[in-house]
């Protein structure tokens, strides 16, 4: 689409990112984006991806997981369509999304900053290694494929009508199993989980999910293998 | 000044707060205004009064903090101009201001929600049996008088060039003491309070309070009196 000045902001600034990192799934894109964000959920440190099929970036993953031998670290599948959403990371070939949290928008916390450092210097020796030529060995990562988002109950009108629970509040990667409470009514019921099976919720109470209607997502473990790989230098 | 439809949303409301509840200092002025805020600070519960000369509203912060025998909650005085703001309860004769974090701007939290909840509650029943002519004995209140704010280190160009110390951080009512860390500079420098003697941050890393140039505000623990009150029915 060409410029336009009466888009909004927002559109034409992806454009101009996709005019400069892509255009995406073109030859010309960037090798590797990584990507920074922060979270009001209680997320710890979290690594993003958008394919399971892409052994760069599982093998990046698990670089970095294992040098944070001091840092808890998980890692989120984005690759079902229900639960993927616009990011510019996904301009480039391969991407990493570095999600951090709990810190409120406008406000910077030192730990938060700390811990974003420690990430992207881990991604950035990984790709310094990988260009070298460094050999990576097979090996397998476990992630958190999320495959459904649950939105806030609401009433006929749209209107939100319950908030996340205490129970459920801050415990994002904790088993919730059919039957624990999900939501509490603003007149002070409780609503239980009423899927089929035991999940680990994601995102819980992310400020900017309520306008995409997501309190969470829903994730299953699964376990991801990545073959040996080392750049091949022309 | 009259109502004009060049002024800024906020003016208009601000004129329009005030000639519902108002005029301010009039005497067809409210009797009481409860402000109900949240804040990205680890204040927990927090009350907020104007004055130190007002025995209504020291009983009824003594009577809400007296109901609350499950939770903490600290008082705050902000009646040094120093540190004082526009506020909405200042329209009205007596006021409380509820301010509870930590909450993240756009989110709610069922526990905050619910502190909110038990606060106003406890507002209402002392009006109420202060209404009904119920008569309350003198009292002393614990509170921290606030009197100064600190900025953020800046460059010569008003950018903010350090953050708020992990050890600052989550600390508000906690003594710090002169050269205890109190900034951390983004190349990872420890900036120690310099002040002449112990103080109780409070507001610390307020995400509202970067533009208002304030990383948190020093306060002092003083005791106030009120004398016995009832009310005088004609």
């Not at 009466?6 to 894109?29: C, H, M, T, W």
């Not at 009514?185 to 400020?207: H, R």
Request: charged share 20%; proline share 6%.
């Amino acid at each position: 689409m060409p410029p336009n000045d009466s888009l909004p902001y927002e559109v034409k600034r992806a454009q101009e990112i996709n005019r400069l990192f892509g255009p995406k799934d073109s030859e010309n894109a960037y090798d590797l984006a990584i990507d920074l964000h922060n979270t009001t959920s209680n997320m710890g440190n979290c690594l993003i991806m958008k394919t399971s099929k892409d052994d760069f970036t599982i093998q990046m993953i698990n670089y970095i997981k294992n040098t944070l031998t001091h840092d808890n670290c998980q890692v989120l599948l984005l690759e079902n369509p229900a639960v993927q959403y616009g990011a510019i990371r996904t301009v480039a070939k391969h991407s990493v999304g570095l999600e951090i949290g709990p810190q409120p928008q406008g406000v910077v916390r030192a730990n938060i900053l700390a811990n974003m450092r420690k990430l992207v210097n881990s991604a950035l020796d990984f790709t310094h290694f990988y260009n070298e030529g460094k050999e990576f060995p097979p090996c397998t990562l476990d992630v958190y494929r999320a495959f459904e988002k649950v939105d806030y109950p609401r009433d006929s009108e749209g209107q939100i009508i319950a908030i996340i629970h205490p129970q459920l509040q801050d415990n994002d990667w904790k088993q919730l199993k059919p039957g624990d409470p999900s939501f509490l009514t603003l007149d002070g019921k409780t609503i239980p989980y009423n899927g089929s099976s035991a999940v680990y919720p994601v995102f819980v109470n992310e400020a900017a999910y309520y306008e995409k209607e997501s309190a969470f997502l829903l994730t299953q473990k699964v376990t991801l293998k990545a073959n040996s790989m080392k750049v091949c230098k022309t």
